[in-house]
């Protein structure tokens, strides 16, 4: 296949799977009268790294779980410690998901929030949004 039909089927960029590519994340694909030339296997790999991107991790973090894959390393240990990672987040978020909904059910968002500032659950979501990853 060529890069059109990867970009199409993966509705990722050209761009992308040469940065992709370039990044280590995708192996140096061979080129036919100077074309990447991809085989099936990179269907899944492309829309491996973009379901990663898209749920939060790095480039980094998948370039090492492919790179542990691929040199038969423990990629389920750092598989396994995202996940607990993951598991943290969605706590926190659905402890913020209840007590923003408490609010908006109560109208009382100035002094809801001071409310909700003394419980624990709302305590613990102070306490871990500055640890959950920005945006990348």
């Not at 209840?98 to 419980?119: N, R, T, Y």
């Amino acid at each position: 296949m060529k890069i059109k039909d990867i970009a199409s089927k993966t509705d990722t960029p050209a761009s992308t799977l040469r940065y992709y590519e370039k990044r280590g994340l995708l192996p140096t694909i061979s080129r036919e009268s100077g074309q990447r030339v991809y085989g099936e296997s990179m269907l899944w790999r492309v829309n491996f790294i973009n379901a990663a991107k898209a749920t939060g991790f790095t480039l980094e973090e998948i370039k090492t779980l492919f790179q542990q894959a691929d040199n038969k390393g423990n990629w389920r240990l750092a598989a396994t410690q995202k996940l607990d990672e993951i598991q943290k987040q969605i706590l926190q978020l659905q402890n913020m998901h209840s007590a923003l909904s408490h609010v908006v059910e109560q109208d009382c968002l100035d002094d809801g929030i001071a409310m909700f500032a003394q419980k624990p659950a709302l305590s613990s979501v102070n306490r871990h949004l500055h640890n959950l990853p920005s945006s990348r």
